[in-house]
């Protein structure tokens, strides 16, 4: 997950460095949800592994 979110936050650099506005804001929107859905999951994750150990 965090490795989709990195290709799309560098997809949006390249495509800003060329000057394509609505696709570097597409992409860096993508990359955005990717990452915060990744830290939730690590986090329900974490969790997830505290409790089964008690």
Do not use: E, N, P
């Not at 804001?25 to 993508?30: M, P, R």
């Not at 990359?31 to 008690?54: C, D, E, P, T, Y």
């Amino acid at each position: 997950m965090l490795h989709y979110a990195l290709v799309f936050f560098v997809i949006a650099l390249i495509a800003a460095l060329f000057g394509f506005g609505g696709i570097a804001a597409s992409a860096a929107g993508i990359a955005k949800m990717l990452f915060f859905f990744f830290i939730v999951m690590a986090l329900i994750s974490f969790l997830a592994g505290l409790l089964r150990k008690r």
